[in-house]
């Protein structure tokens, strides 16, 4: 089954075209994602910007043509926390009606289900305490297994849009700064872990903020999954990461390898948010999914 999968997310929409058998992805024909920050004024206005529902738009219209051209047979589109929040989501949703994109505006524990089934498909997690969490742009999705025991699952409207939408991060920005942003998210990490109930054997972070830090920290000029997947960074590597960042404008931060274009800004409240997750339960080591949701949407698109 040649199935495709639309991920419209708080920062960055996605799509995935793929042969799937047996509930496995065997064969990837075809990847794109654009960043379009639908969540840039959703703290402040409560809506999602003209300009933010024109670059979904845009985006949808390709990944539209590109599933008549690769001839996906099945596919469905989902929206997350940006579009679960605003007042005139009905727009953006009109407007992809036109394109033949009905889209599901998902809650954040179907999000949860579909991030953890993809970031297994990629990762090994056989017989481990698994947490897995997903830094999205206006929400994080945290999952826990252990092995024989019913998953957790929660949901926070913590992202890294949102947090760049509160806080300046354009500039050089000293230490003390990030150490005064972390203490909110603190508060909100702890309720977390204490509502899963969770000690973890292994930490898997999915989404952008993981995976650009495996690429930053592989010096990657040419972004490259199969080196991403199941890579392993350990604390003190985030750390200096986030000092490297912190000294540098988010123009300058371009310049550094791995780095994504329109992640400069929101990069740093995603390590921060990372590394205070980390802090918290104990753990030095981080492994990074480039699968999420969007690989466990197809699947489950091609099973449906």
Same mark, same amino acid.
Do not use: W
């Given at each position: 089954?040649?199935?495709?999968?639309?991920?419209?997310?708080?920062?960055?929409?996605?799509?995935?075209?793929?042969?799937?058998?047996?509930?496995?992805?065997?064969?990837?024909?075809?990847?794109?994602?654009?960043?379009?920050?639908?969540?840039?004024?959703?703290?402040?206005?409560?809506?999602?910007?003209?300009?933010?529902?024109?670059?979904?738009?845009?985006?949808?219209?390709?990944?539209?043509?590109?599933?008549?051209?690769?001839?996906?047979?099945?596919?469905?589109?989902?929206?997350?926390?940006?579009?679960?929040?605003?007042?005139?989501?009905?727009?953006?949703?009109?407007?992809?009606?036109?394109?033949?994109?009905?889209? @599901?505006?998902?809650?954040?524990?179907?999000?949860?289900?579909?991030?953890?089934?993809?970031?297994?498909?990629?990762?090994?997690?056989?017989?481990?305490?698994?947490?897995?969490?997903?830094?999205?742009?206006?929400?994080?999705?945290?999952?826990?297994?252990?092995?024989?025991?019913? @998953?957790?699952?929660?949901?926070?409207?913590?992202?890294?849009?949102?947090?760049?939408?509160?806080?300046?991060?354009?500039?050089?920005?000293?230490?003390?700064?990030?150490?005064?942003?972390?203490?909110?998210?603190?508060?909100?990490?702890?309720?977390?872990?204490?509502?899963?109930?969770?000690?973890?054997?292994?930490?898997?972070?999915?989404?952008?903020?993981?995976?650009?830090?495996?690429?930053?920290?592989?010096?990657?000029?040419?972004?490259?999954?199969?080196?991403?997947?199941?890579?392993?960074?350990?604390?003190? @590597?985030?750390?200096?990461?986030?000092?490297?960042?912190?000294?540098?404008?988010?123009?300058?931060?371009?310049?550094?390898?791995?780095?994504?274009?329109?992640?400069?800004?929101?990069?740093?409240?995603?390590?921060?948010?990372?590394?205070?997750?980390?802090?918290?339960?104990?753990?030095?080591?981080?492994?990074?999914?480039?699968?999420?949701?969007?690989?466990?949407?197809?699947?489950?698109?091609?099973?449906?």
């Amino acid at each position: 089954m040649r199935a495709a999968a639309i991920d419209i997310g708080s920062n960055a929409v996605r799509l995935m075209i793929a042969d799937v058998e047996d509930g496995k992805i065997v064969n990837i024909v075809h990847k794109d994602r654009h960043v379009t920050k639908l969540a840039e004024v959703l703290s402040t206005k409560g809506i999602l910007s003209d300009a933010s529902i024109e670059r979904t738009v845009n985006a949808l219209r390709l990944f539209a043509e590109a599933m008549t051209y690769y001839k996906a047979e099945r596919f469905h589109a989902v929206a997350t926390s940006a579009v679960r929040e605003a007042r005139n989501s009905s727009i953006l949703i009109e407007a992809a009606g036109k394109l033949g994109i009905n889209i @599901q505006v998902i809650d954040g524990t179907t999000e949860a289900g579909l991030i953890f089934n993809g970031v297994c498909s990629a990762v090994d997690t056989t017989e481990k305490k698994v947490l897995v969490f997903d830094i999205g742009g206006g929400s994080t999705e945290f999952i826990y297994a252990e092995p024989g025991k019913e @998953q957790k699952k929660i949901s926070v409207p913590m992202g890294v849009v949102k947090l760049a939408e509160r806080y300046d991060f354009g500039g050089a920005l000293e230490m003390e700064q990030m150490d005064r942003i972390r203490i909110p998210m603190f508060s909100v990490l702890q309720e977390v872990v204490n509502f899963l109930e969770c000690k973890p054997d292994m930490v898997i972070g999915s989404a952008g903020t993981p995976t650009t830090l495996a690429a930053i920290e592989m010096h990657m000029e040419n972004y490259d999954q199969i080196k991403v997947n199941g890579f392993e960074i350990a604390k003190p @590597q985030i750390e200096a990461i986030l000092k490297k960042l912190c000294s540098m404008t988010a123009e300058k931060r371009l310049l550094v390898p791995g780095m994504e274009v329109g992640r400069q800004e929101v990069l740093i409240p995603g390590i921060l948010i990372t590394l205070e997750l980390m802090s918290i339960l104990g753990m030095e080591k981080l492994t990074v999914s480039d699968f999420g949701l969007r690989e466990g949407l197809v699947v489950a698109v091609a099973n449906a």
